[in-house]
């Protein structure tokens, strides 16, 4: 079963994702927060597997920060966005899966982030249309390349924020 924090600012929005998300037995919400402070309680109180992560946030949090913050206690994020931003992060999310969306793009994007978790290769990924998934090995990648295969080694080993953040700007 995979574990899912819910990061969103929207009470409606937010509850309405989580009921989408526990429609299917493979998944399960751990908690739902609104900003980096509530996030982080979210995870002590009880941990997930990946986050589900709005990027504009409650009280000046920002889904960025978020999700600085979850990976350096080694979780994976999957941004859900109003709008996506026009390039890839793989360091700080595995993809992002664009609002607005229907209960089949959220169960399979969390299918393909549960894919990319656990290490398993599709053969023929199911991907929606408004979910992106980003290529770690390639910080440029707007996830759009089909054949890229996704290594989860690379999610695994994260490297300091110092770290990403440098090879991010050397990208750019």
Not at 83 to 95: E, T
Not at 148 to 171: E, G, H, K, N, V
Request: proline fraction near 7%; hydrophobic fraction near 45%; aromatic fraction near 6%.
């Amino acid at each position: 079963m995979l574990k899912i924090l819910i990061v969103e600012d929207e009470p409606l929005l937010a509850t309405t994702l989580k009921h989408l998300i526990e429609l299917n037995p493979r998944f399960q919400v751990t908690n739902i927060a609104d900003d980096l402070a509530t996030a982080l309680e979210a995870v002590e109180e009880r941990r997930p597997d990946l986050a589900l992560i709005d990027l504009q946030l409650a009280r000046g949090s920002t889904g960025f920060s978020v999700a600085v913050k979850l990976n350096e206690l080694g979780i994976a994020c999957l941004f859900t966005t109003g709008k996506a931003p026009p390039f890839a992060m793989p360091d700080l999310a595995l993809g992002c899966l664009a609002k607005p969306y229907t209960e089949e793009d959220v169960v399979r994007a969390l299918k393909a982030a549960e894919d990319v978790l656990r290490g398993r290769e599709r053969l023929r990924p199911s991907l929606p249309e408004n979910l992106l998934i980003y290529n770690p090995a390639d910080p440029t990648s707007d996830g759009g390349d089909e054949e890229t295969f996704l290594d989860p080694d690379a999610y695994a080993a994260r490297q300091s924020i110092r770290t990403r953040l440098t090879r991010w700007l050397a990208a750019t």
